[in-house]
């Protein structure tokens, strides 16, 4: 797993996840639903996102990269969440998590699910309450896009790069 300081921050906190955190049922549905493929090979959790059309943008690696981390590109759903400030950044990453491992081990049996990988990104500035956690998924197809090559370089979010291989090291209740 890929991390910078403020997500290894985090993690110290959000891990292990809370036995008694779920997802919210929009969220839940996507995880339990089997991945869409398009002709171009972009994959998304839930099947198709409806902005796929039959003319995909170019099917070169850095493209197709591109238009995945555009279509799925999910905000976790946190309205339950902010009524405490105190924990509201380790619930946060918690459920960011959740969603991602979830999705991850759905996708299981795909022939590429090793290749796969989830971007947990919380913000963690003076205003997080706002900024939220966004989920985002890709096919590793020979390198890492190029904004997260190096997740230091964030000064306002947390970030986490993680794989199905990941995920053991995330604890039981992922």
Not at 40 to 56: D, F, K, R, V, Y
Not at 64 to 72: A, F, K
Request: aromatic share 6%; with cysteine.
């Amino acid at each position: 797993m890929i991390t910078n300081e403020h997500m290894r921050r985090l993690l110290d906190t959000a891990l292990p996840v809370d036995r008694e955190e779920v997802l919210p049922a929009p969220l839940q549905e996507i995880a339990d639903a089997a991945w869409g493929r398009s002709a171009s090979g972009i994959l998304s959790p839930g099947g198709p996102p409806p902005e796929w059309t039959e003319a995909e943008a170019g099917t070169g690696p850095a493209e197709l990269i591109r238009t995945e981390l555009e279509v799925n590109d999910f905000r976790i759903d946190d309205e339950d969440l902010v009524h405490d400030s105190g924990s509201y950044l380790r619930r946060a990453v918690s459920r960011g998590l959740l969603f991602a491992a979830a999705c991850l081990r759905r996708a299981a049996d795909l022939p590429e699910a090793g290749r796969l990988r989830a971007v947990v990104i919380t913000g963690v500035d003076d205003d997080f309450l706002t900024h939220g956690t966004t989920v985002k998924f890709f096919l590793h197809r020979g390198g890492l896009p190029d904004r997260y090559r190096d997740v230091e370089r964030y000064p306002l979010e947390g970030i986490a790069v993680l794989g199905p291989d990941d995920l053991p090291s995330l604890g039981e209740a992922l």
